[in-house]
Nanobody, 120 residues
Framework: HVQLVESGGGSVQAGGSLELSCVAS???????MGWFRQAPGKEREAVAS???????RYADAMRGRFTISKDNAKNILYLRINNLRPDDTAMYYC????????????????WGQGTQVTVS
């Protein structure tokens, strides 16, 4: 399986922006990939996904401030978050699966270790 490593998290002030990166250990052209987050005391939730066909999906609550993108040549998935709010504080995870449906419901077979985003 491909391995995923997230980076780009940190502590930021409300209103700021961050770009998270998810570097894959090998080619990701054939995987649906996505970003998820889990806030303290809450369940993990989907943020956005990027399909093999280039289709993009955002969770309803994530539309507008979140942008997912993918660089197949570099094997990197990105998530840009603008106008950060304190309720964006969470561990952000990257995931990959051959099944976009399984990915979206949070049952992807491949997960990274996560990168922490803290907004104050």
């Amino acid at each position: 399986h491909v391995q995923l490593v997230e980076s780009g998290g940190g502590s930021v002030q409300a209103g700021g922006s961050l770009e998270l990166s998810c570097v894959a250990s090998r080619q990701i052209d054939f995987y649906s990939m996505g970003w998820f987050r889990q806030a303290p005391g809450k369940e993990r939730e989907a943020v956005a996904s990027f399909g093999v066909d280039g289709s993009i999906r955002y969770a309803d609550a994530m539309r507008g401030r979140f942008t997912i993108s993918k660089d197949n040549a570099k094997n990197i998935l990105y998530l840009r978050i603008n106008n950060l709010r304190p309720d964006d504080t969470a561990m952000y995870y990257c995931a990959a699966d051959y099944s976009p449906q399984r990915l979206w419901i949070g049952n992807a077979v491949i997960w990274g270790q996560g990168t922490q985003v803290t907004v104050s």
